[in-house]
């Protein structure tokens, strides 16, 4: 069990606990950063921003075919690292891309993105965990509601809120085939749930997560609080959202797929230590520990926004 004070408190708990946030959203508030400085402060006041075909078509082009590519790779499909939708033997995500892939390696470190994290969280920063997200026509389901902040804190030991994700959207997304839908505002409250990890729970929990999902009565609050939007956008998009930010999406019964890689940037101040809870790590594909290192900045993109 970590020896740092739990500031988040959640799982071993016996009833639901609402937290105010304990950290910034915007670490760094010079203004100078890589973006527009009202699209800091729209990021601040939400707890996400979606900036539209950051990636242009051909670069989406090559991702995608890397992507096919990948799905027919057995080795990979075989290992612990790729995820099966619950009801099928549909790919639902490959994690570890940023280390086992040299494409994704290097969009992992593309300045696009990477700089605007590192002002965020006003530090270097380090890949704690990535993916590609797949939502197969028809039979790709729902990801339910949840801050990824309460998983990485249980379950990795992330100690503090210094942490954001970085969805780049593969295809369209769309309200029809499961664009991530979110609460905005709401990463400004922690929701501490109920009910106690179960040993190598991340087994279930990558199919479908029971555990650490907020309940129904505090998500109702939450929506009548902080209202839904969708975060629908072009295939390129970059959608960068807070780790704390409340977060979900439908299942897709149409027949358009839906394919996302997903980086998670924490800042290197702010890595993870042992397990709040006395819970055992999660294996290295899914949290970073082992392998911590700071990510390498290669040659700068011009200023967006």
């Not at 339910?144 to 804190?153: A, G, L, R, V």
């Amino acid at each position: 069990m970590s020896t740092q004070t739990d500031l988040y408190p959640s799982r071993d708990i016996e009833k639901p606990l609402l937290i105010e946030r304990q950290d910034p959203v915007l670490y760094n508030k010079s203004g100078l950063g890589p973006i527009s400085d009202t699209l800091l402060r729209q990021y601040e006041r939400d707890g996400y921003l979606l900036l539209p075909e950051v990636f242009s078509r051909s670069e989406v082009n090559g991702f995608l075919a890397e992507l096919e590519r990948m799905q027919q790779d057995q080795a990979l499909l075989a290992s612990e690292a790729a995820i099966t939708e619950p009801a099928s033997n549909a790919l639902r995500s490959v994690f570890q891309i940023h280390r086992n892939n040299t494409l994704f390696s290097q969009v992992a470190a593309d300045r696009r993105i990477a700089d605007i994290a590192r002002f965020i969280l006003d530090d270097e920063v380090y890949i704690h965990q990535s993916r590609l997200n797949f939502k197969p026509g028809f039979t790709g389901k729902e990801f339910y509601w949840h801050s990824d902040f309460e998983t990485w804190h249980a379950e990795d030991g992330m100690p503090r809120m210094r942490a954001l994700s970085a969805s780049i959207l593969l295809t369209d997304n769309s309200e029809f085939n499961g664009a991530l839908m979110v609460m905005p505002g709401s990463q400004r409250e922690f929701i501490g749930c109920v009910g106690k990890t179960p040993e190598d729970y991340y087994r279930d929990s990558l199919k479908a997560q029971t555990i650490g999902t907020p309940d129904s009565e505090t998500l109702t609050r939450f929506q009548h609080r902080y209202g839904l939007r969708s975060t629908a956008a072009k295939a390129g998009s970059v959608l960068l959202f807070d780790c704390n930010l409340m977060h979900g999406s439908n299942s897709n019964i149409s027949a358009s797929p839906r394919s996302n890689l997903f980086f998670v940037y924490n800042a290197v101040s702010n890595r993870v230590v042992a397990p709040f809870n006395g819970n055992k790590p999660r294996p290295e594909f899914l949290a970073t520990r082992e392998t911590f290192a700071p990510l390498l900045s290669p040659e700068p993109h011009k200023k967006a926004g």
